[in-house]
């Protein structure tokens, strides 16, 4: 269903050019007897807000709390209760605002939103949605799977960010019988609404990942979606030739994964519906927890939420200190784009390496240490794995004192001060134990240099070697094709392993050949 | 609150009635930043203005509220609260500021501090819940009728008897 297109003139990546190359292009394109088939979806991600209370009341935010044991009478929707504004929320909001590109505006105002629901006591959820705290704005992110290559990054543009309460949590039960905890009732949300600007499930995927670790870093939400602490509604619809079709929402997806799948049936779903000669309801659906999509509610039963002003709050003037300390508590400079953007790392890999902390932590007292390129670098990570594996050690290794020879080692083999396979053993000495000390002073004492073709005692291998091996010097001669190459490798290693190590593959080689005239 | 320590009365009841002219020591929002009336959330003024209340109207409400009409005196009732109500659309209000908040022309919304905790426990959220499993509350069992109201079938026709009869 899904086959390689050729963009011709301006693709989706808003590239020009015949064939675009990104690897993304043909991926998610969908083929169809309908012509040119587009997916066209935006998002609204609900992020918690990493405060210690909740938004409107002075109740504790705590995960591991027990059921109800953390809800204020505010949220319980006891009648006299006040809402009373947290100065921490409104702090986090403008910092994801500043995050985001987002104006902030100089007054914002609450609403209600009104709907019957047993997970929501009051009957309405406060929420921000006339005069939101920030409006416009746009996040750059990489659309990649796990290790592409592809390092453009593409920019999503947002409507607004706006700061809401979150509802209970209602279990069903067997017996159509609903359970309901109040202690997520009034926690602090900022909703981020996009334009609807992305082509493919994997793009809004990795704006969803990438936009966590964003949060994640400056300590605006912690980011465990499957622990609820963003979710996402996604609306969903298809452009066929050009023309835009009715869209669809799904709402309350809780996973990564589960975004995908439920975005990629619906585009299929859209897609034969067509297919058969129907037409799409804006209909509006449910994700459950195993990734199927339950109708939730059609058109006609169009809610009506009857937005009217919260009364109990005036209107939020945003001061200028405020902004002026969010401005000064931000970070941009989030760990996977600064592997992209300065070292020149795959984001595949950037991002792989930032989700796995014992990664993270190697990568982060290493890197910047070693005077090599970046993929040089990670030509050794990848070597090292290889030798955990073998010596069946944790990789990568927990061993405080190995970050020192490691960057050591790495930078003696960069700086030609030893051969390759030197730098395995040793490696491999360091890590098992068997040795320990200064790398440069251990190389030198032991004996470990590496001989360079000017170099007499190169020579006097080589002599040796040629002389010892009569015969396949011989084979070298006269015989052909694999029979060649192996008595060629055969008199490599050998030169190799008398000098023990100490000179290398490529000088091995292109010593016995230019010696034996071949 | 800090009108409650103006200097007069009449200070005092200005405030109150967000009254412009008198000065307070609070900053008060630039002209260009006040808010655009937003008509968006509000009712459509032509459905309200529609009395009697037609049958599409009256399910409507039942399905907003979820509650029942139970009598035509009922449905009298609430027609006649709106009937009431209506009389704010007569007021002239172009070129006026709505006003969204009493205390808004003094104070910015009240911030409170992160850092203080309010004890909770389960023990007074659940005090009032009649049925309660575990600690977490039982939702009753629905009880929002989902077919058509009988009563607002019958209604329609004496009111469309009524209108044939008048005509």
């Known amino acids: 269903m899904f086959g390689r297109v050729f963009c011709r003139r301006q693709c989706v990546h808003g590239r020009i050019s015949v064939r675009c190359g990104s690897r993304t292009a043909g991926k998610t394109r969908p083929v169809s007897s309908l012509g040119v088939v587009e997916p066209v979806i935006g998002l609204e991600v609900h992020a918690q807000l990493l405060t210690k209370t909740k938004l409107f009341s002075a109740a504790a935010i705590d995960a591991s709390t027990a059921c109800n044991s953390s809800v204020a009478d505010f949220d319980l929707g006891v009648p006299g209760t006040l809402p009373r504004l947290n100065k921490e929320c409104v702090q986090k909001s403008l910092q994801a605002a500043l995050l985001l590109n987002s104006q902030i505006q100089p007054i914002c105002r609450f609403d209600r939103k009104h709907y019957f629901y047993p997970d929501m006591p009051m009957g309405y959820q406060i929420t921000q949605q006339d005069y939101p705290i920030a409006k416009g704005g746009w996040f750059e992110y990489y659309p990649v799977e796990e290790d592409s290559a592809d390092a453009d990054f593409k920019k999503v543009r947002l409507h607004q960010v706006q700061l809401e309460i979150d509802s209970g949590k209602t279990i069903k039960m067997d017996g159509n019988r609903l359970f309901i905890d109040l202690n997520r009732a009034g926690v602090g949300l900022i909703e981020i609404v996009t334009h609807p600007d992305f082509n493919s499930a994997s793009e809004a995927a990795a704006f969803v990942d990438q936009l966590r670790l ?10 465990e979606l499957h622990k609820g602490n963003m979710r996402i509604d996604a609306n969903v619809s298809i452009r066929v030739n050009g023309q835009d079709k009715p869209r669809t929402e799904i709402k309350n997806i809780n996973s990564i994964r589960l975004l995908k799948e439920a975005i990629n049936n619906e585009v299929k779903r859209q897609i034969s519906i067509l297919e058969a000669g129907d037409e799409i309801t804006n ?22 939420y009857r937005f009217t ?4 709050l005036p209107r939020l003037k945003i001061e200028s200190e405020w902004v002026a300390e969010a401005k000064a508590n931000v970070r941009y400079d989030v760990e996977y784009r600064d592997y992209i953007e300065n070292y020149g790392v795959p984001p595949g890999l950037a991002l792989s390496i930032v989700k796995d902390d014992e990664k993270s932590s190697f990568v982060r007292q290493t890197l910047p240490y070693v005077n090599a390129e970046s993929s040089e670098y990670f030509n050794w990570f990848k070597e ?25 080692i790495v ?16 490696l491999k000495g360091y890590l098992k134990g068997d040795v320990s000390g200064n790398v440069d002073l251990l190389i030198e004492q032991s004996n470990l240099i590496r001989l360079h073709p000017s170099d007499p005692e190169f020579q006097g291998f080589l002599d040796a070697i040629i002389a010892k091996n009569e015969k396949v010097v011989h084979k070298i001669h ?23 190590k100490r000179i290398s593959v490529e000088d091995a080689e292109q010593a016995i050949t230019s010696r034996l005239g071949n | 609150m800090r009108f409650l320590l103006s200097p007069n009365v009449f200070q005092r009841c200005a405030s109150l009635r967000g009254i412009d002219f008198v000065r307070f020591k609070y900053s008060k929002l ?4 006040k808010f655009e009336p937003n008509l968006g959330s509000t009712v459509d003024k032509s459905e309200v203005n529609e009395l009697p209340l037609s049958k599409a109207m009256l399910t409507k409400l039942e399905q907003l509220s979820a509650l029942r009409f139970q009598s035509e005196e009922e449905i009298a009732s609430v027609e006649e609260d709106i009937r009431l109500a209506q009389k704010v659309f007569e007021v002239k209000t172009e070129g006026v500021e709505p006003l969204y908040s009493i205390v808004e022309e003094v104070i910015n919304c009240p911030l409170r501090d992160d850092t203080i905790v309010e004890p909770t426990s389960a023990a007074r959220a659940l005090q009032n819940a009649p049925h309660v499993v575990e600690d977490f509350i039982v939702v009753p069992q629905a009880n929002i009728p989902q077919e058509a109201n009988p009563l607002l079938e019958e209604h329609a026709k004496s009111l469309k008897k009524a209108v044939s009869e008048s005509n």
């Open chain 1, 384 to 408: 090292l794995r290889v030798i955990c594996g073998g010596l069946g050690i944790p990789y990568p290794p927990l061993n405080a004192n190995f970050v020192e020879p490691f960057v050591l």
């Open chain 2, 30 to 33: 630039p002209e260009t930043m």
């Open chain 1, 214 to 223: 964003l949060l994640i870093h400056n300590h605006i939400c912690a980011g």
């Open chain 1, 283 to 304: 209909v509006t659906l449910n994700a459950d927890d195993d990734g199927n999509i339950v109708v939730l509610r059609e058109k006609s039963d169009a809610l009506d």
């Open chain 1, 478 to 500: 006269t015989a052909t094709g694999n029979a060649t190459k192996k008595a060629f490798n055969k008199l490599r290693n050998e030169l190799i392993n008398t000098s023990e």
């Open chain 1, 309 to 312: 002003p919260e009364p109990n």
């Open chain 1, 411 to 426: 930078n003696a083999h960069t700086n030609h001060v030893i051969t390759k396979l030197v730098a395995i053993d040793l």
